[in-house]
């Protein structure tokens, strides 16, 4: 079963522009983690926060995490082409038996 | 190093036949785990092996099932394959139990006809 659920769906941008993807989830987590997957491939992973954290940076990345609202959001700035994948949030529960619990993905494409 | 390979990348099976899908982790991992990706469920958790023993099981019926070889790779089988076992099956490997990013393979996309 799903546990996170990004939003949008969907988004569609143009190059250079950020993109912002939200992530809802449900019951108390150890950590939260953003993939990429491209085309149907394996994903790559790309920044995980701790359950004691509020943001963290990698590069044009950028994560938020609150824990009393039990959501996400990723920002990509400055977007390329490059950057068109779908994007899942994935949660390690606490106590959970799942190694991750991913979310739905969200479709980022970027139109150079 | 070299990733997490899953061999074969694309299989074609019938119903009722059984199927199995290997996954050698990036060398010194020693946690390997499975998932499924299905257009419908998305991407759900299988199992988790950590040295040869099964540590975690999704809800998935006893039709899959796994295993783990003392060199780290890692097996899953499915029997009596059904049309809704088609999907991506991908596997991903960490250091240890308690690491937490995730290293994936390319996947392994089963068609069930």
């Known amino acids: 079963s799903q546990q996170g659920e990004e939003d949008p769906q969907a988004l569609s941008i143009q190059e250079g522009e950020n993109a912002t993807m939200n992530c809802s989830y449900k019951?108390?987590?150890?950590?939260l983690q953003w993939y990429r997957q491209n085309s149907g491939r394996g994903l790559v992973h790309l920044i995980l926060?701790?359950?004691?954290?509020r943001e963290k940076h990698s590069g044009r990345l950028r994560v938020t995490l609150d824990t009393s609202k039990k959501s996400s959001s990723l920002l990509i700035t400055a977007s390329r082409a490059a950057d068109t994948a779908s994007y899942f949030c994935?949660?390690?529960?606490?106590?959970?038996?799942?190694?991750?619990?991913f979310g739905k993905g969200m479709k980022l494409t970027v139109n150079p | 190093k070299a990733g997490v390979t899953q061999t074969p990348r694309y299989l074609i099976k019938t119903r009722g036949q059984q199927v199995t899908l290997s996954c050698s982790p990036i060398?010194?991992?020693?946690?390997v785990s499975w998932y499924q990706q299905t257009p419908g469920q998305g991407l759900q958790f299988l199992f988790e092996?950590?040295?040869?023993?099964?540590?975690n099981k999704g809800n998935f019926p006893g039709r899959f099932s796994g295993r783990q070889f003392s060199n780290s790779r890692s097996e899953m089988n499915v029997s009596t394959l059904e049309l809704g076992d088609s999907a991506l099956y991908l596997c991903?490997?960490?250091?240890?139990?308690?690491?937490?990013?995730?290293?994936f393979g390319p996947g392994t996309r089963l068609l069930v006809l």
């Open positions: 092996y950590f040295s040869e023993t099964q540590r």
């Open positions: 994935a949660t390690e529960r606490q106590g959970g038996s799942e190694k991750l619990v």
């Open positions: 060398s010194g991992h020693r946690s």
């Open positions: 019951t108390s987590i150890n950590n």
């Open positions: 991903a490997s960490s250091p240890t139990r308690i690491a937490e990013t995730q290293y």
């Open positions: 926060i701790r359950s004691n954290e």
